[in-house]
């Protein structure tokens, strides 16, 4: 449960890049949940676990209009987070499939960022990126999603000092083994399963929303000293 105010995003405006299923719908249905205006981008219609008070709109961070088209529509936005994220197993030990994973998850965030600075900059606003517990170590079969995300580590620590004549704060969180569609094929691989719970402190996978607290946490004025910092939400994986 948040310890947040119900009414912490009250008046606040939030977009969530990749926030149609997995982290990014949890990430905006607790935005939503604390009174904030919410809008969601994704590539196809969304799933079934966003709250569908949520206005979500399909965009492609692929493409240099992808998100531009969307931000200038609004007049407003306090919080941007990046959540666009493919992850190609195996495939991206060939060149071809590991660019294109490295130009969502990273590009991808970077483009975010750029289309949305002006207006972050109006509100003196905030952007949370998605990094991962592979930012720090590597993965035999996902060179491109370790790249990309290690990659996001470094963008969150260079746009936060890019961005703070701007007064933007630029964090991200570096989720561990979390149950989404993305780690389906391990979960359901019982000595995956368990070399993961192995190694886990808390002894479980996480959750989505264990994710969506932490983003809060970082886009709240609880966190208004906060700029440049990598969380991991990890259960203790990257302790031991």
């Not at 750029?114 to 990094?131: D, E, F, K």
Request: with cysteine; aromatic share 6%; proline share 5%.
């Amino acid at each position: 449960m948040s310890t947040l105010r119900a009414d912490a995003f009250a008046g606040k405006s939030v977009l969530v890049v990749g926030g149609t299923s997995g982290i990014g719908a949890a990430v905006a249905n607790a935005f939503a949940r604390h009174d904030a205006e919410v809008r969601v981008t994704g590539v196809g219609p969304p799933s079934p676990e966003l709250d569908m008070t949520i206005d979500a709109f399909d965009s492609d961070v692929t493409r240099p209009d992808g998100i531009t088209t969307i931000v200038d529509d609004l007049t407003r936005l306090d919080v941007l987070v990046n959540c666009a994220g493919i992850i190609r197993r195996g495939a991206e030990l060939e060149p071809e499939a590991f660019a294109r994973v490295v130009d969502v998850n990273l590009t991808g965030t970077m483009r975010a960022c750029a289309a949305a600075r002006a207006l972050l900059a109006r509100s003196g606003g905030c952007i949370v990126n998605t990094a991962s517990m592979l930012s720090f170590f590597g993965g035999a079969q996902v060179p491109g999603y370790s790249a990309s995300k290690g990659g996001v580590v470094q963008l969150t620590k260079s746009l936060a000092a890019g961005y703070a004549a701007d007064r933007i704060r630029v964090n991200a969180v570096a989720p561990g083994w979390i149950r989404t569609a993305l780690t389906g094929e391990l979960q359901s691989d019982p000595e995956a399963d368990a070399r993961i719970l192995a190694r886990t402190p808390l002894g479980r996978w996480g959750t989505p929303q264990d994710v969506a607290r932490a983003v809060l946490f970082l886009a709240s004025e609880e966190a208004e000293f906060i700029t440049g910092t990598v969380l991991p939400v990890d259960g203790g994986y990257l302790a031991v």
